[in-house]
């Protein structure tokens, strides 16, 4: 838990949940303990033990659901930015006291909070869709790339033709890949929807 403190609060004033540390350490300050600010590191150290119990990898997002009082709640949601960041979390849901869990996740409590995780999956369609995403990405470099390199091409005097015009109708294929691509992910946007 001792290096999370300080990522965790690096994080806190990096988001602009909290204007500076002095408010999160009121220990040091005044002598007097923050008890949600405890409470809020319990609950970072519990996700932590949780994700290590269950042989979660760091950097594979979880989902997490809390059931908990409203003031719990709040205070979780304030710092919701951070967690997602320092826990790679891609979906939270929060819960009152009398409200029903979802039974597909590893439980922990800590005083009257219960925290469930589980890893997050994706759909087929989602995998998919970010495949196409990172192929565009992938696509669209190698173009800018092609067409500095033509740019290049065209001002030096001694420049072969017949490589030029290679280098063109390389060029025109990327084009043509790269409207493929995004006509396909854009139906998998649609498809997605429905």
């Given at each position: 838990?001792?290096?999370?403190i300080?990522?965790?609060?690096?994080?806190?004033?990096?988001?602009?949940?909290?204007?500076?540390?002095?408010?999160?350490?009121?220990v040091?300050?005044?002598?007097?303990?923050?008890?949600k600010m405890?409470?809020?590191f319990?609950i970072?150290?519990?996700?932590?033990?949780?994700?290590?119990?269950?042989?979660?990898?760091k950097?594979?997002?979880?989902?997490?659901?809390?059931?908990?009082n409203?003031?719990?709640?709040?205070?979780?949601?304030?710092?919701?930015?951070?967690?997602?960041?320092?826990?790679?979390?891609?979906?939270?849901?929060?819960?009152?006291a009398?409200?029903?869990?979802p039974?597909?996740?590893?439980?922990f409590?800590?005083?009257?909070?219960?925290i469930?995780?589980?890893?997050?999956?994706?759909?087929?369609?989602?995998?998919i869709?970010?495949?196409?995403e990172?192929?565009?990405?992938?696509?669209?470099?190698?173009?800018?790339?092609l067409?500095?390199?033509?740019?290049?091409?065209s001002?030096?005097?001694?420049?072969d033709?017949?490589?030029?015009?290679?280098?063109?109708?390389?060029l025109?294929?990327?084009k043509?890949?790269?409207?493929?691509?995004?006509?396909?992910?854009?139906?998998?946007?649609?498809?997605?929807?429905?």
């Amino acid at each position: 838990m001792e290096p999370l403190i300080p990522e965790f609060m690096l994080m806190i004033e990096r988001n602009g949940e909290e204007k500076n540390f002095s408010n999160l350490l009121n220990v040091q300050i005044t002598g007097t303990k923050d008890y949600k600010m405890h409470l809020l590191f319990d609950i970072l150290k519990g996700i932590v033990n949780k994700k290590a119990e269950l042989h979660l990898k760091k950097h594979l997002p979880i989902e997490l659901v809390i059931q908990a009082n409203s003031d719990i709640l709040h205070l979780l949601e304030s710092y919701e930015n951070t967690l997602k960041q320092l826990f790679k979390i891609e979906k939270s849901s929060y819960f009152t006291a009398n409200e029903i869990l979802p039974s597909d996740f590893e439980f922990f409590t800590i005083l009257d909070i219960t925290i469930g995780i589980k890893a997050f999956s994706i759909t087929k369609e989602e995998d998919i869709l970010a495949q196409l995403e990172r192929d565009l990405k992938s696509k669209s470099e190698s173009l800018e790339y092609l067409r500095t390199t033509l740019m290049a091409l065209s001002l030096n005097p001694l420049a072969d033709p017949v490589k030029m015009s290679e280098k063109e109708a390389e060029l025109e294929t990327l084009k043509t890949e790269i409207q493929h691509l995004e006509i396909k992910i854009q139906k998998a946007k649609m498809a997605k929807k429905l």
